[in-house]
């Protein structure tokens, strides 16, 4: 007999999908920044980063947007498999 379970798949909502977007953006630093220290030269934008600082700070923050996004896309996905969000069972 085949019982009908609840489906696990997660939604992609819009807010999953701009946390997404900020996961790109902080990949693109992160890469921009470490670019710079192993070839000495930008990657996309022609004149960042120029220095090492400035490729410092771009490979930090790009490291702490990518951490930020994935744990409130996590957060959002947890949501949704909760046992106490109703629409989960429809």
């Given at each position: 007999?085949?019982?009908?379970q ?9 807010v999953?999908?701009?946390?997404a977007v900020?996961d790109?953006?902080g ?11 192993v070839?000495g030269?930008?990657?996309f934008i022609?004149?960042?980063?120029t220095?090492?600082?400035?490729a ?5 923050a790009?490291l ?7 744990a409130?896309i996590l957060?959002?996905?947890t ?12």
């Amino acid at each position: 007999m085949h019982t009908s379970q609840p489906s696990l798949r997660p939604r992609l909502t819009l807010v999953i999908l701009l946390f997404a977007v900020v996961d790109v953006a902080g990949m693109v630093l992160i890469a921009t920044g470490i670019m710079w220290f192993v070839h000495g030269t930008p990657l996309f934008i022609p004149g960042f980063p120029t220095n090492m600082i400035e490729a410092g700070v771009s490979t930090v923050a790009g490291l702490l947007m990518m951490l930020w996004s994935a744990a409130r896309i996590l957060r959002e996905l947890t949501k949704q498999i909760s046992p106490r969000n109703p629409e989960h069972f429809r």
